[in-house]
T-cell receptor, first 110, second 111 residues
């Protein structure tokens, strides 16, 4: 059974904090993605990575950075959390065909 | 224009009905296509891939029309458990494997 695991289901952070969202996959997939999902806006791509130490900006990278030091782990970093980053964050791993998602992290910034 | 467009709905149908969703995409070089299903407060999960020849999985049929750049999903004999949001997904034409999601179409099947 393939698995993508996100470190937290729910997080509450204060404005200005540095936030780390961790994602681990056991599928040996090259491609990994971070999306955020907001009502009425669907899934929007923040960053993706197609290899270790490689990263590409998605559609909404501002305020975020990523790290991919190992193939199985893709971290999303909010350098200084703001209230408009309150959202559901979804990580995905993808091989040649479909993507598999983690269970999501619901982040609230207060 | 959005890269992948769907009618957000909601579609409210009675049990047993047949319902169809369409999705259009803007990049004619897109290579592969999928339908995902997302239940409330859950992550998206693959429902089916979409092939040029069309494909069927039980009550679900997916079609691809490359000339018109749209994808469709047909659900026959709707069940209450089909209530969910259906996401149209297009694989970018590049080599990165980037997936582009539509906004999703919400289906509510009622008794």
């Amino acid at each position: 059974d393939v698995k993508v695991t996100q470190s937290s289901r729910y997080l509450v952070k204060r404005t200005g904090e540095k936030v780390f969202l961790e994602c681990v996959q056991d599928m040996d997939h090259e491609n990994m993605f971070w999306y955020r999902q907001d009502p009425g806006l669907g899934l929007r791509l923040i960053y993706f990575s197609y290899d270790v130490k490689m990263k590409e900006k998605g559609d909404i990278p501002e305020g975020y950075s990523v790290s991919r030091e190992k193939k199985e782990r893709f971290s999303l970093i909010l350098e200084s959390a703001s209230t408009n980053q309150t959202s559901m964050y979804l990580c995905a791993g993808k091989g040649a065909a479909e993507a598999f998602f983690g269970q999501g992290t619901r982040l609230t910034v207060v | 224009r959005k890269e992948v467009e769907q009618d957000p709905g909601p579609f409210n149908v009675p049990e047993g009905a047949t319902v169809a969703f369409n999705c259009t995409y803007s990049n004619s070089a897109s290579q592969s296509f999928f339908w995902y299903r997302q239940d409330c407060r859950k992550e998206p999960k693959l429902l089916m891939s979409v092939y040029s020849s069309g494909n069927e999985d039980g009550r679900f049929t997916a079609q691809l029309n490359r000339a018109s750049q749209y994808i469709s999903l047909l659900i026959r004999d709707s069940k209450l458990s089909d209530s969910a949001t259906y996401l149209c997904v297009v694989n970018d034409s590049g080599n990165t494997g980037k997936l582009i999601f539509g906004q999703g179409t919400t289906l509510q099947v009622k008794p």
